[in-house]
């Protein structure tokens, strides 16, 4: 992925890339963790699923591995990129079992509730 869809920012201050078209990501469906400007928006984290994380995830309520054609998601599946909501992110940190960061596809305002350096400790592109 390296497309920039917005003028918005990423955690290491340059352009938001887009995180996945396949699945179609975001809270826009537009495959960018984005705010567009809108507030309350938080599924700004760009993730690579993990079996650990998706189990981990479900553990906690969030079945992110089930399809819901419904909400037009066909389930993730390890190594699928998601824009994933930056509360969930953290509650996973707390407990160990974070997933991986694509650092230049997760939106700045990230940092507001965790720092750089815990996120670059998952950077899939520092690895």
Same mark, same amino acid.
């Given at each position: 992925? @390296?497309?920039?869809?917005?003028?918005?920012?990423?955690?290491?201050?340059?352009?938001?890339?887009?995180?996945?078209?396949?699945?179609?990501?975001?809270?826009?469906?537009?495959?960018?963790?984005?705010?567009?400007?809108?507030?309350?928006?938080?599924?700004?984290?760009?993730?690579?699923?993990?079996?650990?994380?998706?189990?981990?995830?479900? @553990?906690?309520?969030?079945?992110? @591995?089930?399809?819901?054609?419904?909400?037009?998601?066909?389930?993730?599946?390890?190594?699928?990129?998601?824009?994933?909501?930056?509360?969930?992110?953290?509650?996973?940190?707390?407990?160990?079992?974070?997933?991986?960061?694509?650092?230049?596809?997760?939106?700045?305002?990230?940092?507001?509730?965790?720092?750089?350096?815990?996120?670059?400790?998952?950077?899939?592109?520092?690895?």
């Amino acid at each position: 992925m @390296s497309s920039v869809l917005s003028k918005e920012k990423n955690v290491l201050g340059g352009p938001l890339l887009a995180c996945s078209y396949d699945p179609l990501t975001g809270f826009f469906r537009d495959g960018c963790c984005a705010t567009h400007d809108v507030e309350g928006v938080a599924h700004l984290v760009c993730i690579k699923a993990t079996a650990e994380f998706l189990e981990f995830s479900r @553990s906690r309520g969030n079945d992110l @591995s089930t399809p819901r054609p419904e909400m037009r998601f066909k389930g993730l599946e390890p190594g699928d990129r998601w824009c994933l909501h930056v509360l969930r992110w953290v509650e996973a940190h707390k407990a160990g079992m974070a997933p991986q960061v694509v650092l230049e596809s997760t939106h700045e305002n990230v940092l507001r509730y965790v720092p750089l350096e815990a996120l670059k400790g998952h950077a899939l592109d520092l690895h």
